[in-house]
């Protein structure tokens, strides 16, 4: 499950912590992917697995659209901008929600057939559900390949120097808006590959991205803004804090050892596990 | 100078007083129970706003968490109340002093931190309380809290055939959050604020306090809150953890004085008084279908207004020439 909550806190990463952009609709992101896999399966029967490839590049387009056409004139104010950015982008949630309960009405659905979906592995006696299992795989490639992504391309590097000193990389001929709507793209892209299977084994209704976003912003600050590895080091730990948090207490307290030991992190590191920003 | 600047404090203060008085008359010519309604939820979401401000505008600690203070000052007086028969007004008082505490011990550690992480440490200390609540049997747990009715009273600030009483404390409310904030402007408080704002290592520098500064800040912000929490409890005579402790309260607060102009003294009156009716407008015309068309029409104004007036509402107003000095 770690794993999981480190492929959705991923994009996230991207977003949030390497651009420096609040983003407050990434759970609606997710809410969308897990819908479009999940019509997908329901039209055309595409198991979930299958559409993951196409459901991470209609997100991508997603992602990239929704920086140019919003976020971007949010980076552009002048005053507060931190609290611009809160509310555009919580705006855009709502109307991402709302527009889910109107086309999709609020019923909860779920993909009852998959390949992962039931199914179990036995490894050295231990039960463990495939497609936690399959998430966890993809989870650990998606961090390898954005941490290769951000340290070793020149794309990376302008990522980070467009954080950075927007003016700067524009005297360089970096155009600002084209790598930051990539990067976008590749942040949505991203999390479109967590819903693609979360779709198999979870229920799918407008609200569910509310519950895993702050578990996600959790898991990135946690780990550190600006931290790729410190992301998907947080997504681990989240991961096993749930899981012993919900052998000591109720079930329904399992989030609070996530909190706890969120702020227990960030009061001894202020900056998270590996934060550089 | 500072003879304007005293002209200004003097013009804000008779505004406030003719709004104000403008207010308590409006049930005199409104008599339908929705507007009422209306309007009390805006009058209360003006005070909580502006209290909210004290702390995140003002004094710049963006919280996202003040759903927590309103919860608490909700759950003490109900608990009080239900429990051991404590008059709701001593209640509120309670409420808001257990609120300024927690707020003051929580200060401790979290005014450490800076940026995100300051403001992910607020939203979790909320959902925090919210799970604890949501568990607590002994408060009823995810069931909540049914205020018994015992008929009109004030002594027990219950009220069933008017909502009246209901609006006049609400206003009282507004007026005492606004007037705490107009106070503190001009004092010595409101200055180390702004400037633990503006750059806290050269405000520490200058040797201002700001640790203390900001524990000030939250004290008072979260007393006020605690008493709106109280007030709601009453108001709707039902709670239960989401309904006073959820993240939208800590959202609703901080609305108002985003886009009416954050860290202003009208900022907040001037956000609720649109936000508010046309949040209960949009819900009432459109909420019915089950649909979400209120939601989708409420989240596109809330884009558009902080994508226009990144500053509020209120820049609509100030001179272009005083913008960059004044704020």
């Given amino acids: 499950m770690g794993l999981l909550y480190g492929l959705i806190a991923v994009g996230l990463a991207l977003i949030f912590g390497l651009m420096d952009v609040t983003n407050f609709a990434h759970g609606e992101f997710l809410m969308i992917a897990m819908y479009l896999s999940f019509f997908l399966f329901a039209f055309f029967a595409i198991d979930p697995l299958l559409s993951a490839p196409l459901v991470a590049a209609a997100l991508f387009v997603f992602g990239a659209v929704i920086y140019l056409l919003i976020v971007r004139f949010a980076m552009r104010a002048k005053a507060n901008a931190g609290m611009v950015q809160i509310f555009t982008t919580f705006g855009l949630a709502i109307v991402m929600r709302g527009l889910a309960q109107f086309f999709f009405t609020p019923d909860y659905r779920s993909i009852p057939q998959s390949w992962l979906g039931g199914k179990t592995v036995s490894i050295a006696g231990i039960f463990l559900p495939e497609p936690q299992l399959f998430g966890a795989l993809v989870s650990i490639l998606a961090f390898a390949g954005l941490y290769f992504f951000i340290h070793r391309t020149d794309f990376g590097r302008a990522l980070e120097a467009t954080r950075e000193d927007p003016g700067a990389v524009a005297l360089v001929g970096i155009d600002k808006n084209r790598v930051f709507a990539f990067g976008w793209g590749l942040g949505a892209a991203l999390v479109g590959l967590a819903g693609a299977i979360m779709a198999s084994f979870f229920y799918i209704y407008p609200d569910v991205g509310a519950s895993f976003a702050l578990i996600a912003y959790v898991t990135v600050a946690l780990g550190g803004f600006g931290s790729v590895f410190g992301a998907f080091a947080g997504g681990i730990i989240v991961g096993l804090v749930e899981a012993t948090t919900a052998l000591v207490l109720p079930p329904s307290l399992k989030s609070v050892g996530i909190y706890a030991v969120y702020l227990l992190v960030v009061f001894i590191r202020p900056r998270g596990l590996f934060g550089s920003i | ?327």
């Fill in chain 2, 1 to 327: 100078m500072d003879k304007e600047f005293a002209a200004r404090r003097r013009r804000d203060l008779i505004i406030a007083a003719v709004l104000a008085a403008i207010a308590a008359a409006t049930p005199l010519f409104v008599k339908d129970v929705v507007v009422q309604n209306i309007l009390i939820l805006t009058l209360m979401y003006a005070g909580l706003s502006q209290s909210w401000n004290i702390l995140s505008g003002y004094c710049g600690q963006i919280s996202l968490g003040h759903a927590l203070y309103f919860g608490l000052g909700a759950y003490t007086t109900e608990l009080l109340f239900t429990k051991f028969g404590v008059l709701p007004w001593f209640g509120m008082l309670a409420g808001g002093v257990v609120s300024a505490l927690i707020a003051m011990g929580l200060g401790y550690p979290f005014f450490r931190l800076r940026g995100h992480y300051f403001v992910i440490a607020t939203i979790v200390i909320a959902e925090i309380g919210l799970l604890l609540f949501h568990n607590w049997e002994w408060a009823g747990a995810a069931m909540g809290i049914t205020i018994p009715i015992r008929g009109d009273s004030w002594l027990k600030f219950q009220f069933l055939r008017t909502k009246l009483p209901y609006f006049y404390f609400a206003l009282v409310l507004c007026c005492l959050a606004w007037f705490v904030t107009w106070w503190l402007e001009n004092s010595k408080w409101g200055f180390w604020w702004r400037a633990v704002k503006d750059n806290p290592d050269a405000a520490e520098s200058l040797g201002v306090d700001v640790f203390n500064s900001k524990m000030g800040a939250a004290a008072v912000s979260a007393f006020l809150v605690a008493v709106g929490g109280s007030f709601y409890a009453q108001f709707v005579s039902y709670i239960d953890p989401e309904s006073v402790m959820g993240f939208q309260f800590s959202l609703l607060m901080a609305l108002p004085a985003v886009l009416g102009g954050i860290g202003t003294l009208w900022g907040p009156v001037l956000g609720a008084a649109i936000l508010i009716p046309l949040t209960e407008l949009t819900r009432f015309k459109f909420g019915g279908s089950g649909r979400g068309v209120d939601l989708i029409v409420y989240g596109t104004l809330i884009v558009l207004i902080s994508l226009a007036l990144p500053r509020g509402l209120l820049s609509l107003f100030s001179r272009p020439k005083k913008t960059g000095a004044a704020r």
